[in-house]
């Protein structure tokens, strides 16, 4: 049976030599990621030559209207003159 083509597929993979295992993780660190990121990039980039862009196509149309947020976001975008000095 397939797959669908945007059903993510999970992996355990055993036995990375030492050197591999501290060539990633370094690497994660330096781009302050996930090992697991900077795994899913390195192996697509070295078998099909180019990362794959995130895709967020599961969210579209997901978003529901919260008038507790929106008060909330409006009361933080106010600006306090007293506090707030701009130049002249």
Excluded: C
Aim: no cysteine; hydrophobic share 40%; aromatic share 8%.
């Amino acid at each position: 049976m397939r797959r669908p083509s945007n059903s993510p597929v999970h992996y355990t993979i055993r036995g990375i030599p030492p050197e591999v295992d501290h060539a990633l993780r370094l690497k994660a660190a330096q781009r302050k990621q996930s090992l697991n990121r900077v795994v899913l990039d390195e192996l697509t980039r070295a078998l099909i030559g180019r990362p794959v862009k995130a895709d967020f196509s599961d969210l579209v149309g997901k978003w529901t209207p919260d008038p507790a947020f929106d008060e909330i976001v409006a009361f933080q975008r106010q600006i306090d003159f007293e506090k707030w000095k701009g130049e002249k």
